[in-house]
């Protein structure tokens, strides 16, 4: 693989991750833009003893154009966008809207039990390959080992960055999750923070440890192996199943075999196996309706300095449809309680992911 470190007209870092060593990545970002915006403010919310992200400028983020107007396709003459280069592998750049950033501005109080504090962090948008009409889904073998190297590179690098607790690489994909561009891509957020749901699985794994001695993740893993009804597919180093409590009516775990707290420690043959296990399972979703899933697909990965060894990195991928022609809404229950109530059984999810023939 080769890495190749060059910056966009406003200083925003780009990286080109290549498999020929021999790629030009010359091309220079000539465009006119405007200055970068100034860091989120961070509220906490002392009711939930969570902080909240406050970021105005993304409002003006862009929203869903037309392909010969992506922002995420190589430039071409008269059309200059976010990679200058004509054509790429993998290319990772920091968010023109973060979340957060390292543009720090003024915050001032704003009364109240809330505290404020600059969203300091990073935001970067991670291009999974160059052709537009693509998706995560139809990569090659190689190229989801390219991405998995560049999810590697970056949680290393992120998570070294003074201020970052926590480092999270995620896609969203489909108009019913809510995506602003529907060019194959996913993020990374480096919070300034450790996120409520790993506080709370950090805390489930502590207790679990104090009364058992094992690791709560593994112990999941290991049940749902020898159970087997919710197992949707595996390979020597990687499982893949429907969770016995899976809030969403598709939802998928994908472990590696070994504990480890993030993707930078996994072995070179963990990375391999990885891609043809996942775009099987992706493959199976969009069979499941014959459709186009919607989904999220979370990395769960140790925070940069706390609880790495009660951590296990994995994979978390669901989806809001529930049949080809229903969605699941967050209403009540979910929205104001977060007390979810799953309309399908996960056996049958799982029996059914089981049944879909991939090719």
Request: proline share 8%; glycine share 8%; net charge negative.
């Amino acid at each position: 693989m080769k890495r190749t470190i060059t910056h966009l007209a406003d200083g925003r870092e780009l990286f080109y991750f290549d498999r020929n060593d021999d790629a030009d990545r010359g091309a220079l970002d000539e465009r006119d833009l405007p200055p970068r915006p100034p860091a989120s403010e961070l509220r906490y919310d002392p009711l939930t003893e969570e902080w909240i992200a406050v970021a105005g400028h993304r409002q003006g983020r862009t929203f869903l154009p037309p392909a010969s107007e992506c922002p995420l396709c190589p430039s071409t003459p008269g059309h200059p966008t976010e990679i200058p280069s004509g054509a790429y592998d993998v290319a990772v750049f920091e968010n023109r809207f973060p979340s957060f950033s390292f543009q720090t501005g003024e915050h001032i109080e704003v009364g109240g039990l809330s505290e404020v504090r600059p969203g300091i962090g990073r935001c970067e948008v991670v291009c999974f390959t160059s052709d537009h009409d693509s998706s995560f889904s139809r990569l090659s073998a190689d190229q989801v080992e390219l991405v998995m190297e560049a999810w590697i590179d970056r949680t290393a690098e992120l998570s070294a960055l003074p201020g970052v607790e926590q480092v999270f690489c995620f896609e969203n994909r489909g108009a019913e999750i809510g995506i602003t561009l529907a060019h194959p891509h996913g993020q990374i957020y480096a919070y300034p923070y450790v996120t409520p749901r790993t506080r709370l699985s950090l805390g489930a794994a502590g207790r679990h440890r104090e009364r058992t001695g094992g690791n709560l993740f593994a112990d999941v893993l290991a049940a749902e192996r020898e159970a087997g009804v919710r197992v949707v597919a595996s390979n020597e180093h990687w499982t893949a199943f429907v969770p016995a409590a899976a809030r969403w009516p598709v939802e998928v775990h994908l472990y590696p075999h070994r504990q480890v707290p993030d993707l930078c420690a996994l072995e070179a043959a963990e990375r391999v196996a990885f891609g043809p296990l996942y775009t099987d399972v992706l493959r199976r979703l969009d069979g499941l309706f014959g459709v186009a899933m919607p989904y999220v697909a979370a990395w769960h990965q140790a925070p940069a300095r706390v609880g790495r060894d009660l951590s296990y990195a994995h994979l978390e991928l669901f989806s809001i449809r529930r049949a080809p022609d229903k969605l699941k809404y967050l209403a009540g229950s979910e929205a104001a309680m977060g007390a979810f109530v799953n309309d399908v059984l996960p056996e049958e999810t799982a029996r059914l992911l089981r049944s879909i023939v991939t090719g």
